[in-house]
């Protein structure tokens, strides 16, 4: 079994769901906290042994490269001012460990993922959704490489929602199911209320080999009329192994506005710094 070493973070999509907002700033640049929600997924990454990060960028999203940069003239400063760089310590990326790539027009996850085919090659990958900021210790891909590691093959990330939100998401259909591990049947996205086949929901991780690609190549343009990655994994189960892992930990879908402030206030209660002071903002104001 080959070693995870690369991911692909897609960031080229619109964000209109967040618009205004989004209008001049990727989507991937709100904070959470204080902590872009990009970061979030880099350090996610880096926690669970990539060394490799590729990002599939569009216009506008200069901000992303800037973010994990070198800033001399801010480092500079705030070291003749006495001031730990301890906050931006994370920001860096080591020469060679992120690589850009740009798509130019966005039409649909799946051709993001493409986008990134000859980088990839010919090994196993990991994808990160940035926008879903997946809350765990240890982290949610860290969890996932644990059990490719036991498994290999392909492993989406499965989080369980209650059964009346089913009909929103991509679902897996159950197989054997052996602890946190679930093997996947079927892939289904957004089951008529009612009719999910689980309440096990894909949220935006994944480990794929590198099969995915050579589908993606020749697929067509699905619902959306956007190049979807659920139709191109659906067709690898069956001929390669296919899991889901149930994460152990809190998901935030970010991209959405309700997602987002709920993350904002669940992560800043979390924080020993501000916890309190917003906590007793929360009580006062019930
Ligand atoms: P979303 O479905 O959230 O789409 O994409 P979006 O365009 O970012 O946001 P809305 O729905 O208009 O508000 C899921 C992920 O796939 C990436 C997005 O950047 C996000 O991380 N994506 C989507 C691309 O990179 N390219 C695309 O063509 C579409």
Known sequence: MKKLRKAVFPVGGLGTRFLPATKAMPKEMLT???????????????EAGIE?????????????????DISYELETTMTDRGKSLDAISGTRFRPGEVIYVRQQEP????????????IVGDEPFAIFLPDELMAGSPGCMK?????????????????????????????????????????????????????????????GRYILQPEVMRILEGQARGAGNEIQL????????GSQPFHAYAFDG?????????????ANIALALDRPDIGPEVRRWMDANQ
């Open 250 to 262: 809190r998901r935030f879908d970010c991209g959405d506005k309700a997602g987002f402030i709920t």
């Open 52 to 68: 490799q990060m590729i990002f599939v960028t569009g216009r506008g999203k200069s901000a992303i490269e800037d973010h994990f």
């Open 230 to 237: 659920t139709d191109a994994m659906s067709q690898m189960i």
């Open 107 to 118: 039409i649909g996850l799946g051709h993001a993922i493409w986008c990134a085919r000859h």
């Open 143 to 203: 969890q996932m490489v644990d059990a490719y590691e036991k498994v290999g093959g392909n492993i989406v990330c499965g989080y369980e929602v209650p059964e009346s939100e089913t009909h929103k998401y991509g679902v897996i259909t159950p197989g054997r199911i052996d602890g946190r591990l679930v093997e996947v049947k079927a892939l289904v996205e957004k089951p008529p209320q009612g009719t999910a086949p689980s309440n096990l929901m894909i949220p």
């Open 32 to 46: 959470v906290v204080d902590k872009p929600l990009i970061q979030y997924a880099v350090d996610e990454a880096r």
